[in-house]
């Protein structure tokens, strides 16, 4: 049985290659070519975009929860109490005469939103893959929304260290106004991280299994629950190439007046905008084949 | 005049690997790994399909422009290269305007969010500016007959509801260039007709519109130019009407009746030849399009020109992915081992309503003899009709507006027992 061979026949003709006046400056879609193409018209066309996918985030998440916003409170707290009974009081662990739970928050808060919007960026493209195949909008919006809509849950775990600071009659030390500095380091490299692995899960859909793996061993390269200074000597530098010691520390100078940081931020600092950067070349270079691959 | 579209050459190629065959449909990056270790040996056999293979056409603007072909001739794969959702393997268009696309409804609606809150949203994934929804948001809720509920969350919108509103967002976008894939399909035949009158507003308003429909029907309503894709190239550009013809086989007017005016023309052999076959809806008119829930009539005007043997007529209906559906023999008692004197003989099948699932059908029309088994004629793809699936709740898909898979839609009783935890 044969099937509907259509003859190939043009009825009319295309029209003619008379070049004709164009206004507008067009949009091209052509193979990319070469690693760097980075379309920054379209990301600021797209902000708003950006705007309504934090927003959705944040009201989808309140919304759909039982517990709703207490949800970024109950979390937190839980796990101080555990970090305080096991490192604080089991452990021991020595914090200079600053309250372990103090001590700990003040770490915990900025690691949280790491570890949370790292969580929610890496399966993000995968989870908007019906509007990855449907819709054209810079890809990038959609980890940088999951990783600013963080900022919201942070803010009011925040609230929990302001009361654990007036229960323990606790002052801001005076670089409390560096704080959000250090909340900007954090997110230069959640959004690098959260763009590697949001771009790599897309494409090794086995990766959202190391995911949870890797943020927990990240916890433990990172002063949250023992203080920086067990670290020493040449281990310093190694240690400090974790763009998160530089944030909780940074953190903990900021808010509870511990040590301030030393020169070794600045190496904090360099890895966070290294994977910022790298992480955007390669998202930016496997963007175009999301569609095909999700 | 001025060009909206020019594409030249534009190709597409999909690797499908066999590493990807494995797993569901994605790779793994350990897989990925142990066959990287594994060296070129081993190396995943990958057959390569071009779904585009140099597609050039220019679109003036303010132009409607109908894209048709079969299932896998490239259709979607274009408007996905035009869209920019994906990236073409080689060639170049150029867009002059801004582009929005609507390959399907509510793209990106969250059932928890509330209809106004998912009108900002989904307009803006479809590339609508704030102060543009705020302009729209009025006529949208008007559109879309919501104004009641556009405070609740659309979790709780009945079926009709929800497309119509998120028909009504993409209604209202105002891009200069609109490409549309068969999103029409939905709704009830009322709120279809007006979907089809706003696109047809769209094209009126001197902005271009890229369609892809099954339906030929709506091709010759909404545009003036067709193009027609088979197995990722134009074979034929031109006057709609002309290139529907093309695609249904020359010189049909409606896709759902074909007639083969004489006897050279028509297929046979020397037993008996086919005349005409039909689609007929409940009324008995020539339908092309049949509410899921009404009878249609399949029907096979033939002549015999030698007597004597008993006839098998048959009809074999393929769905749009190319499934036989089913086959139905003629089971007429009048006519079953009884052998037919020479003359005109109209079979006609009637299939219930409520059985055939949505979408597109084509008709194959045959005739073989019993004994000897000598097939006369089975004339492939001879007519074609649409079943639309309504929302009004009363067919097989009862509330339920999303994708429902199957080559039936049958409506079955259903019981439910219950006991309460103890």
Known sequence: MATLEPPSTSITSTPSSASTEMSLTPIIIEPRKGWWQFNWRDLWAYRELLFFLVWRDVKVRYKQTLLGASWAIIQPVLQLVVFTIIFGRLAGVNTNGIPYPLFNLAGLLPWQFFANTVGQAANSLVGSANIVRKVYFPRLAIPTASVLAGVVDFGLSFLILLALMVWYQWPPSPAVFLLPIFLLLAMITALGVGYWLSAINARYRDVRHATPFLVQLWLFATPVVYPSNLIEGYWQLLYALNPMVGVVEGFRWALIGTQPPSMLLLVSVTTAITIFFTGLLYFQSVERKFADVI | ?422
Request: aromatic letters at 8%.
């Open chain 2, 1 to 422: 005049m001025q060009y909206a579209i020019r594409a030249r050459d534009l190709a597409k190629q999909y690797q499908i690997g066999a590493l990807k065959q494995r797993n569901a449909g994605y790779v793994t990056l350990r897989d990925a790994i142990v066959e990287r270790l594994r060296g070129r040996r081993a190396k995943p056999a990958t057959t390569e399909l071009w779904a585009l293979n140099g597609v050039s056409f220019d679109v003036q603007q303010g132009e409607v422009v109908g894209i048709i072909g079969r299932n896998g001739a490239g259709k979607s794969t274009l408007l996905k290269v035009l869209s920019r959702i994906t990236e073409p393997t080689r060639g170049r268009a150029e867009l002059y305007g801004r582009v929005a696309s609507l390959l399907e409804v509510g793209t990106g609606f969250h059932p928890e969010l509330t209809g106004r809150e998912n009108i900002y949203l989904n307009g803006a994934i479809l590339g609508m500016r704030k102060r543009e929804i705020d302009r729209n948001f009025d006529a949208i809720v008007d559109f879309a007959e919501v104004e009641q509920f556009i405070d609740t969350p659309v979790k709780f919108y009945s079926s009709g509801m929800y497309v119509r509103l998120a028909f009504a967002v993409a209604a209202h976008l105002e891009p200069e260039i609109l490409i549309v894939d068969e999103v029409l399909a939905v709704g009830d035949a009322r709120f279809q007709k007006k979907c089809l009158n706003k696109m047809q507003d769209v094209g009126q308003q001197g902005r271009t519109v890229l369609f892809v429909s099954h339906s030929m029907q709506s091709i010759l309503r909404m545009c003036q130019r067709a193009i027609l894709l088979h197995q990722g190239k134009v074979v034929a550009d031109g006057p709609a009407q002309q290139v529907v013809g093309v695609y249904l086989g020359k010189g049909a007017h409606s896709i759902a009746e074909r007639v083969w005016p004489d006897r050279a023309s028509a297929p046979g052999k020397e037993v008996a030849y086919l005349c005409a076959v039909r689609v007929r809806d409940a009324d008995g008119d020539i339908s092309d399009t049949i509410d899921i829930r009404s009878p249609v009539t399949i029907e096979m005007e033939f002549v015999v020109t030698l007597g004597g043997y008993v006839l098998l007529p048959h009809f074999r209906l393929y769905n749009e992915d190319n499934v036989a559906v089913f086959t139905t023999l003629d089971l007429d008692p009048e006519w079953r081992r009884r052998p037919r004197p020479p003359g005109k003989y109209w079979a006609r099948v009637t299939i219930p309503g409520n059985f055939l699932a949505e979408g597109s059908l084509y008709v194959e029309a045959a005739l073989t003899t019993l004994d000897p088994p000598i097939k006369q004629f089975a004339e492939r793809d001879a007519v074609a009709f649409q079943v639309i699936d309504s929302l009004e709740g009363d067919t097989a898909r009862g509330d339920w507006a999303g994708s429902l898979s199957g080559v039936v839609r049958p409506v079955l009783p259903w019981t439910t027992t219950y006991e309460p935890l103890a």
